[in-house]
T-cell receptor
Framework: DAGITQSPRHKVTETGTPVTLRCHQT?????MYWYRQDPGHGLRLIHY???????DKGEVSDGYSVSRSKTEDFLLTLESATSSQTSVYFC????????????FGPGTRLTVL | KNQVEQSPQSLIILEGKNCTLQ??????????LRWYKQDTGRGPVSLTI?????NTKSNGRYTATLDADTKQSSLHITASQLSDSASYIC???????????FGRGTSLIVHP
């Protein structure tokens, strides 16, 4: 498996609380992505990064922010969690952006009560 | 808007049987198409990649085809095994894009 980890793996939180998910890679890949996966929707892109401090929005970015201060770490923050953000979150890395294979982390299951 | 449509949404087959999953896309300009397998509770893993000039590629019992003219791809699974039970996701990338376009996947269940 590609060296990519996510933490925490499971989290239950309450509406209105801030939540930060961490993605860590040991592959030195330039591109990193955050997706959410919900039944009936498949994988949807939240935010992505094309280098340290370089990030951009995906199709479902509202309510989420990201930061990448080091090559190996990409953080996803829910400033004020809502029940609609209950989902499974996947981080992915790629050496060559959209052209290359994406390697996915194990996922984080987030439940917002 | 770039789109990837997969069919069927779900499929149930008996162990040992063959099956074919379909993927239609409107991504332009086309760069490559990948099929991913996602086991329950895990992240997707790439099975095959197809570029414009390729029309068939195999990975063991998995064979992917690509018709760039009709913008269709298929994934054929031969002699299915219980371990093939998973979601299969078609992903298409356009030239110069950082962002691939994902299909919603086909859920395959293989029964003994």
């Amino acid at each position: 498996d590609a060296g990519i980890t996510q933490s925490p793996r499971h989290k239950v939180t309450e509406t209105g609380t801030p939540v930060t998910l961490r993605c860590h890679q040991t592959e030195n890949h330039r591109y990193m992505y955050w997706y959410r996966q919900d039944p009936g929707h498949g994988l949807r892109l939240i935010h992505y990064s094309y280098g340290v401090k370089d990030t951009d929005k995906g199709e479902v970015s509202d309510g989420y922010s990201v930061s990448r201060s080091k090559t190996e770490d990409f953080l996803l923050t829910l400033e004020s969690a809502t029940s609609s953000q209950t989902s499974v979150y996947f981080c992915a890395i790629s050496e060559s952006g959209g052209q290359g294979e994406q390697f996915f982390g194990p996922g984080t299951r987030l439940t917002v009560l | 808007k770039n789109q990837v449509e997969q069919s069927p949404q779900s499929l149930i087959i008996l162990e040992g049987k063959n099956c074919t999953l379909q993927c239609n896309y409107t991504v332009s300009p086309f760069s490559n198409l990948r099929w991913y397998k996602q086991d329950t509770g895990r992240g997707p893993v790439s099975l095959t990649i197809m570029t414009f000039s390729e029309n068939t590629k195999s990975n063991g019992r998995y064979t992917a085809t690509l018709d760039a003219d009709t913008k269709q791809s298929s994934l054929h699974i031969t002699a299915s095994q219980l371990s093939d039970s998973a979601s299969y996701i078609c992903v298409v990338t356009s030239g110069g894009s950082y962002i691939p376009t994902f299909g919603r996947g086909t859920s395959l269940i293989v029964h003994p």
